[in-house]
């Protein structure tokens, strides 16, 4: 009888150790996911993440960095849920709201997206890039100069350092002039070549944004005013 201790201690270390070397495999499994992730192999990460899903269905993060594939792959509608799941899960990443702005902003749905991208300012006031897509989607999907001008004033005066800093200044100098009028959503002349026109463009740059919560990383390197600051590598 003496020795029912021993064994029941043993058999505890026992499912501990097992218990441990699961939590381990999975943690592998999560790091081995965003390491093919920031190497850009996206089809490798997709599958590591999908896995994580299946054994950790309450891993946020999985679900986000998942989500950014799809965005990737401009499958919208999957990345959608993929973030609303992760919101679900945890509501206060402010990334996954910015995700969601540009997912609606790419469905030229203005409403949507300016709600979750002033959601994402809401969870974290340093998103700051997140005036610049507000005033972007007030120019582009609302023809709103005077709530372009604001958002991106506000921008440039928080980001000074932004290689766009001049450019966008221009630009914003252009939509002050009361000469200067934009063309309609079915004109024939897109934004971009009304500005060109008007003597402003924004030059194409490469910079990065530190999601410092989730961690995620993005580069801009667009050649429009629509796509300068959208995701080009996630």
């Not at 993060?61 to 509608?77: E, F, H, R, T």
């Not at 991106?152 to 928080?158: A, H, M, V």
């Not at 063309?183 to 024939?188: E, I, L, Q, Y």
Request: a negative charge; proline letters at 3%.
């Amino acid at each position: 009888m003496k020795k029912i201790p021993y064994i029941a201690l043993f058999l505890l270390m026992l499912s501990q150790s097992f218990s441990y070397a699961q939590e381990k495999k999975e943690e592998d499994l999560f790091n081995r996911a965003t390491k093919y992730f920031f190497q850009k192999k996206f089809e490798m990460a997709e599958v590591l993440f999908q896995e994580v899903i299946k054994k950790e269905p309450e891993n946020a993060l999985a679900y986000s960095y998942l989500g950014d594939i799809y965005l990737k792959k401009q499958q919208y509608d999957g990345a959608l849920n993929l973030y609303l799941k992760a919101i679900d899960i945890n509501p206060d990443i402010a990334e996954n709201y910015f995700r969601l702005g540009q997912i609606y902003y790419f469905k030229k749905n203005a409403d949507l997206a300016l709600e979750n991208f002033n959601k994402a300012l809401v969870k974290d006031e340093k998103l700051k890039v997140t005036f610049y897509h507000i005033g972007l989607t007030h120019l582009m999907l609302l023809r709103n100069k005077e709530k372009t001008i604001e958002n991106w004033e506000t921008y440039i005066k928080l980001v000074p350092e932004d290689p766009q800093y001049d450019s966008i200044k221009r630009v914003i100098e252009l939509l002050k002039d009361p000469k200067f009028q934009l063309p309609s959503a079915d004109s024939k002349i897109s934004i971009e070549e009304a500005l060109l026109l008007g003597g402003s463009t924004l030059d194409s740059q490469d910079r990065t944004i530190e999601n410092q919560k989730a961690d995620h990383e993005s580069k801009k390197s667009k050649d429009t005013i629509e796509d300068i600051y959208m995701d080009d590598d996630l």
